[in-house]
């Protein structure tokens, strides 16, 4: 059973910065690709990035590319999401999540574990 857990977020004014941290337990953390998703009430929980299990791939969405960088550190079994830039669009709560292996990252439906979630709130 893995476990995840989110934080980082808060509020910010716009183009400010955020980093959000995703801590998870579990041996399968260093072998498995992970992402960040995002949902705001009524809508459905949508793709932010992801990055492979040694982080030589990452990839984003469009919304996004340019302001908001994946990495991980497996040495600390920690995900990280740091957001550049950000705009009241970029509202939402930040999901973390892990992929299950040989599936598209980009599609929420393919990851099996998920976090709490981190509110993120991007003012005027």
């Known amino acids: 059973q893995v476990q995840l857990v989110e934080s980082g977020g808060g509020l910010v004014q716009a183009q400010g910065s955020l980093k959000l941290s995703c801590a998870a337990s579990?041996?399968?953390?260093?072998?498995?690709?992970m992402g960040w998703f995002r949902q705001t009430l009524g809508k459905e929980r949508e793709f932010v990035a992801a990055i492979s299990w040694n982080g030589a791939v990452t990839t984003y969405a469009d919304s996004v590319k340019d302001r908001l960088t994946i990495s991980r550190d497996n040495a600390k079994n920690t995900l990280y999401l740091q957001m550049n830039s950000l705009k009241p669009e970029d509202t939402a709560v930040y999901y973390c999540g892990v992929a299950r292996p040989g599936t598209s990252t980009r599609q929420r439906d393919n990851y099996d574990y998920w976090g709490q979630g981190t509110q993120v709130t991007v003012s005027s």
């Open positions: 579990g041996r399968t953390f260093s072998t498995s690709a």
